[in-house]
């Protein structure tokens, strides 16, 4: 394992694996407490329009999966907001399959097979370059600024947006910021799991940090922290293993998912008051 | 003293829907504690929307404590029906903390000065102890007192509760109503609600809304009107001032201007 940090390919994955637990704690959380982790998947696949594209123009492919990943994320947002608009639902479905459609026509059109597809689909950890890292950790500083700066505004939004309305708040601004940074994260985390896998690593750390905090900052934190082991201990095992690393990462963090989610039902268990209670009380 | 509410023939709806409220007026004076009821389907969120400036009104005027709703909206105190019933990663202090929103600016966290006032709003409804809890596990009237501590954030002149008692027991709602006369000694009160036995002895006065309005005191006798708009005779009869506000069953949804 020493000897492999002495390879470039490996220090970089190790980058990638830091920078981007930074937004998935961060934009993960928000997702999460939104339930819009739908909107990620769509706008993660819309961005293979994107792919398209610039494999067809010949630019770089991460450019032109975050300029579509932006453009849908807006549509979606156009679309959804207003008084008669579209069931977010059926907007983000369309975004979805369209972007994958229009991805497969500029490829045709690029006359290429383009080998580097499986990997915008799957993920490329260990071919992240140097010019990605300084990407990525630009994103994540936008991020930070983004969430650090708004983020009394984005709780207020996201807890109860009638009540931030009447408190004067700017509604569709901050939807709109919203979805640039989840755009941005999504882009940024395709790059460790592609775009397929990128809802989990949005929704998993956060939605596991959940269970034991209380709290959004807290929230963000936690997950954070628990995004960058589980990069971590998945590009080791991967590496080990000899397994894609995209793919590890995902099936670690779903176990831990899915072991912590049952542990936390047990803990809570009878005599304690259940978060459903509260529900059932609100839904008559 | 300006009055709180001064609404003068209103007709608002959903465009291109017929008018849900039509030809409403009704005042609340600074002081006053005015409970809105009415059937379900009779307009009452509606109207809130309008107070709260979140639905233009089609004619009529709407004020707000002098100003016009968008303008006076960050001086009313809004508690909504019991949101969010999901659970969300908030302590009671952060919900409080809400009402401080838009006071304290972007890009600033919430001021020391922010923290206390939420701190005081907390105590001041006896739940000061349940600052640090998460709001998922505080009961129904806990919670609602966090939400009228949210609203009572930047000293509102009017303090608009809809639906406050949906989810809370019989004592729970006595020592509510004791709480809110106790605010209605510094600020106007309205409360929306569809549950006639809600309202109790401390309201001062009561309009029954279903679509229109008929004033009370001018020409119609009020048991009368009150029984047609399936309005509760008890309660109009009970010698609070109150306005009717209703339409007969086969009023159709015509609209004639």
Same mark, same amino acid.
């Given at each position: ?12 994955? %190790? ?43 010949? %630019? ?136 397929? %896998? ?12 959940? %269970? ?73 | 003293?300006?009055?709180? /509410? ?89 919900? &409080? ?62 303090? /608009? ?29 309205? /409360? ?29 006798? &009020?048991? !009368?009107?009150?029984? &047609? ?7 109009? !009869? ?20």
């Amino acid at each position: 394992m020493t000897d492999l940090l002495g390879h470039a390919f490996m220090r970089h994955a %190790l980058a990638a694996s830091a920078l981007s637990a930074v937004a998935s704690g961060a934009v993960g959380t928000l997702v999460v407490v939104n339930r819009m982790s739908t909107l990620t998947g769509a706008i993660a696949h819309a961005s293979f329009g994107g792919l398209g594209l610039a494999f067809a123009l010949g %630019l770089p492919p991460m450019y032109g999966a975050l300029g579509v990943a932006l453009l849908s994320a807006l549509g979606i947002a156009a679309l959804t907001s207003g008084p008669r608009s579209e069931s977010p639902d059926t907007a983000m479905a369309a975004f979805w399959a369209m972007g994958m459609a229009a991805g497969l026509v500029f490829i045709r059109l690029s006359g290429s097979y383009a080998p580097d597809l499986m990997s915008w689909l799957f993920g490329s950890l260990l071919t992240v370059s140097r010019g990605d890292l300084f990407l990525m950790a630009l994103m994540d500083l936008l991020i930070l600024v983004i969430v650090g700066g708004l983020f009394k505004e984005l709780a207020g939004i996201s807890y109860d947006p009638e009540f931030a309305v009447v408190r004067g708040l700017p509604a569709p601004l901050l939807r709109g910021v919203f979805m640039v940074t989840a755009s941005v994260t999504v882009v940024m985390l395709m790059k460790m799991t592609g775009l397929i %896998l990128v809802m989990a690593m949005m929704t998993i750390p956060a939605s596991v940090a959940r %269970l034991s905090v209380h709290g959004m900052g807290r929230m963000m934190v936690a997950s954070g922290v628990l995004a960058l082991v589980l990069n971590l201990s998945g590009l080791g095992l991967a590496v080990v293993l000899d397994l894609p690393p995209g793919a590890v990462i995902i099936l670690l963090s779903g176990t831990v998912y899915a072991v912590a989610t049952l542990l936390a039902r047990r803990r809570r268990g009878p005599g304690r008051r259940l978060r459903s209670v509260g529900t059932a009380q609100n839904s008559q | 003293m300006i009055p709180a /509410l001064e609404i003068r023939d209103l007709t608002v709806g959903y465009a291109p829907g017929p008018p849900v409220l039509e030809d409403v007026s009704l005042t609340v004076p600074g002081d006053g504690f005015m409970a809105l009821i009415g059937p379900n389907g009779g307009g009452k969120t509606t109207l809130v929307k309008v107070i709260l400036g979140l639905l233009r009104p089609w004619s009529g005027s709407v004020i707000v404590l002098g100003l016009p709703p968008s303008k006076a909206a960050p001086r009313v105190g809004y508690v909504p029906q019991m949101v969010p019933g999901r659970s969300f990663p908030v302590t009671a202090l952060d919900v &409080a903390l809400m009402g401080r929103l838009g006071s304290t600016g972007p890009f600033r966290r919430y001021t020391a000065d922010d923290r206390a006032k939420a701190m005081e709003s907390l105590s001041f409804l006896g739940i000061g102890e349940l600052a640090g809890r998460p709001m998922d596990e505080l009961s129904g009237g806990q919670r609602q007192r966090v939400l009228i501590a949210r609203a009572l954030g930047t000293d509102p002149g009017l303090l /608009l509760l809809d639906e406050p008692v949906a989810s809370v027991d019989q004592e729970t709602q006595e020592s509510f109503f004791n709480l809110l006369s106790e605010l209605n000694g510094r600020l106007a009160i309205v /409360l929306v609600t569809h549950d006639v036995g809600a309202v109790s002895s401390h309201v001062r006065s009561i309009a029954c809304i279903n679509r229109i309005l008929v004033s009370h005191g001018s020409t119609l006798p &009020a048991e !009368a009107v009150a029984e &047609a708009y399936g309005c509760p005779f008890e309660l109009v !009869a009970h010698g609070v001032p109150h306005r009717v506000v209703g339409h007969p069953a086969g009023h159709g949804t015509g609209r004639d201007d």
